[in-house]
């Protein structure tokens, strides 16, 4: 069984109209003017949060102060100077205005052919919405602890999905028990 993945990287923002826009060096995947994204209240706050897959630029400086968590839960000193090529950023909109940004670095779950096809345009079914109180997700509850809000399901080259979350500590990847 694969361990749970936790991510820890949170990047707080001024507040304004466009508080929830993009953080410099943070690019959008997606073709043309179709951004890979979905909105969800991932964090169970009651407000709308929107999640993105994106890059993040080489020698992009995220200021001090802000952690950054590989998938491994290993922190490293600094983002990679070649940037991440994939990673996913959950953006949540304050009680009082501003942004605060997640960037969950997924590079290398993300580096296969499904996700290949998903960045594409050819697999929206890659990433898919598990609203609170639907029946996916309440079937994802009775394996996942804890689960209280949106999630999403993320399709792996096995064919077994995973479900990223947020959890009071940040953001977990679980990884069901593989069935033959």
């Known amino acids: 069984m694969i361990p749970p993945l936790h991510f820890v990287f949170s990047l707080a923002l001024s507040a304004g109209p466009s ?6 060096g943070i690019l959008p995947l997606g073709t043309g003017d179709q951004p890979l994204s979905r909105s969800g209240d991932f964090n169970g706050d009651g407000r709308v949060d929107v999640l993105r897959f994106v890059s993040v630029a080489p020698g ?13 839960g290993k922190e ?19 009680p ?7 960037l969950l670095a997924l590079e290398e779950f993300l580096a296969t ?10 697999d929206a079914q890659a990433a898919t919405l598990v609203k609170k109180g639907t029946k996916p997700h309440q079937a994802w509850k009775k ?5 209280k809000a949106d999630a999403l399901a993320l399709a792996t080259e096995a064919g ?15 990884f069901p028990a593989e069935e033959p």
């Open 143 to 147: 394996k996942v602890k804890g689960l």
């Open 160 to 174: 077994i999905p995973v479900l990223l979350h947020h959890t009071r500590g940040g953001y977990l990847v679980f």
């Open 76 to 94: 490293p000193a600094v983002l990679p100077a070649g940037g991440l090529k994939r990673a996913v950023l959950v953006s949540h909109v304050q």
């Open 113 to 122: 052919p499904t996700w290949d096809a998903f960045v594409e345009g050819k």
């Open 60 to 72: 992009t400086a995220l200021g001090a102060g802000v952690t950054l968590s590989n998938a491994l």
């Open 96 to 102: 009082k205005g501003g942004c605060q940004h997640t």
């Open 19 to 24: 508080a929830c826009e993009l953080p410099s």
